[in-house]
């Protein structure tokens, strides 16, 4: 079966840096879409950046220039490099793939930014 794993969300300085790590399981990693989405407190499940089986890649504005996703598909891992973050990336951090028509989802991992 599908299986997401995220690690590497902790609490961290505005202006500082974390990487996200989510490892996949249970599909052919190489050929799918990847995305990473968050979640703050009371509001929305929002996209945040995706990773396409062919590299592409596509960012919310609100992270554009300072988060960047990439893959690595002989260890059937994406990644979330965050840097420069603020206290507005406070949120729930969350992989994820499509199948057909439903999404798959990790645990999550949180990443609170202090001022």
């Known amino acids: 079966q599908v299986r997401l794993v995220e690690s590497g969300g902790g609490l961290v300085q505005a202006g500082g840096s974390l990487r996200l790590s989510c490892a996949a399981s249970g599909f052919i990693f190489s050929i799918k879409t990847m995305y990473w989405y968050r979640q703050a407190p009371g509001k929305q499940r929002e996209l945040v950046a995706t990773?396409?089986?062919?590299?592409?890649?596509n960012y919310a504005e609100s992270v554009k220039g300072r988060f960047t996703i990439s893959r690595d598909n002989a260890k059937n891992t994406v990644y979330l490099q965050m840097n420069s973050l603020k206290p507005e990336d406070t949120a729930v951090y969350y992989c994820a793939v499509r199948r057909g028509a439903d999404y798959y989802w990790g645990q999550g991992t949180q990443v609170t930014v202090s001022s």
């Open positions: 990773a396409t089986s062919e590299g592409s890649t």
